[in-house]
């Protein structure tokens, strides 16, 4: 089945600094994998999504880098900012379709 | 655009009660899932639905039902309420076809939530 871990339940990072999210997974069939965040009271948002063969994909302030090898993946977030608070959740997709896998989840704590 | 909106957004019943939850999916969304998140996890897959038929479901037991109406809202429906039904139920919309990520995944529109307290 799939299990999908992360790293650290909590990160604390100073407004400004970068931060970076791992994620472990274990089905190395995935075919995509997705970054959610969720804020307070609020439902899951789209982040970004890299396909399984690549291994870096940038978007704006947000770079994911994946890992095949040792089934990793990482969300780095550029000049963190207070807004960027939130539970953040890697998801692969195994198959297509609209069944993500999530693990329990990151919280990012900005501090000013 | 108007998002996908759910109701109620908070709710309490008692164990062995029943309880239906809606979602209006975003505006041409055809397709529907549902998530449980319990307190302080990730959410799990409950099901999925698309023209109105279940095509998809997780690790669930048969009274976690649910419908999708021919303008693609959905219900999820739970009888015979146990504690650990307790959780946030997420609706999801997409259009497969249509709404993916730069890279190609389905991207899901998720609303913000049903609340369910079971006593």
């Known amino acids: 089945g799939e299990s999908v871990g992360l790293h650290l339940p909590t990160l604390s990072v100073q407004e400004g600094d970068n931060s970076i999210i791992n994620c472990a997974y274990s089905n190395s069939a995935s075919d995509y994998f997705i970054w959610y965040k969720q804020e307070s009271g609020k439902g899951p948002q789209f982040i970004i999504d890299i396909r399984s063969n690549m291994d870096k994909r940038q978007g704006q302030r947000v770079t994911v880098l994946l890992n095949k090898t040792v089934k990793h993946l990482s969300l780095q977030i550029a000049a963190t900012q207070p807004g960027d608070s939130a539970v953040y959740f890697c998801?692969?997709?195994?198959?297509?379709?609209?069944?993500?896998?999530f693990g329990t989840g990151t919280q990012l704590k900005v501090e000013l | 655009e108007t998002g996908v909106t759910q109701s109620p957004t908070h709710l309490i019943k008692t164990r062995g009660q029943q309880v239906t939850l809606r979602c209006s999916s975003q505006?041409?969304?055809?397709?529907v899932s549902w998530y449980q998140q319990a307190l302080g996890q990730g959410p799990q897959f409950i099901f999925q639905?698309?023209?109105?038929?279940?095509?998809g479901r997780g690790n669930f037991p048969p009274r976690f039902s649910g419908l999708q109406f021919p303008n693609y809202s959905s219900e999820l429906n739970v009888n015979a309420l146990e504690l650990d039904d307790s959780a946030l139920y997420l609706c999801a919309s997409s259009h497969p076809g249509r709404d993916r990520g730069a890279s190609g995944a389905n991207v899901l529109t998720f609303g913000a939530g049903s609340r369910l307290t079971v006593l």
């Open positions: 639905y698309y023209r109105e038929e279940e095509n």
């Open positions: 998801a692969p997709i195994t198959g297509g379709g609209n069944k993500l896998t």
């Open positions: 505006s041409g969304h055809n397709t």
